[in-house]
Nanobody, 121 residues
Framework: QVQLVESGGGLVQPGGSLRLSCAAS????????MSWYRQAPGPGKERELV??????????NYVDSVKGRFTISRDNAKNTVFLQMNGLKPEDTAVYYC????????????WGQGTQVTVSS
């Protein structure tokens, strides 16, 4: 059974840090690029890509709003992808989702269930 389980979310004050984890099972983790997305509360808020990492960690990408504050990483031996979030701002408040990216013609994308991150004083 293919599964992604996020953890590490919570309530943090502005300027604080959190480390999200996403544990993968049921597939060969090291073959897939992985990403973190987020969806902020409120009507019309779309899910946005926050950061992505290639299968061998050689290619990292970030949305401009988190560059210099967030770091994506992975441990292929432990089938886990991480998102270290520093300097958190209220606008980072969202449900954060882990995603296994698709391989065209071979495998579809898979989403985790999400973990809530709330940045508030």
């Amino acid at each position: 059974q293919v599964q992604l389980v996020e953890s590490g979310g919570g309530l943090v004050q502005p300027g604080g840090s959190l480390r999200l984890s996403c544990a993968a099972s049921g597939f060969t983790f090291s073959r897939y690029a992985m990403s973190w997305y987020r969806q902020a509360p409120g009507p019309g808020k779309e899910r946005e890509l926050v950061a992505s990492i290639s299968s061998t960690s050689g290619n990292l990408n970030y949305v401009d709003s988190v560059k210099g504050r967030f770091t994506i990483s992975r441990d292929n031996a432990k089938n886990t992808v991480f998102l270290q979030m520093n300097g958190l701002k209220p606008e980072d408040t969202a449900v954060y989702y882990c995603k296994r990216e698709h391989i065209p013609g071979l495998a579809r994308g898979i989403w985790g269930q999400g973990t809530q991150v709330t940045v508030s004083s």
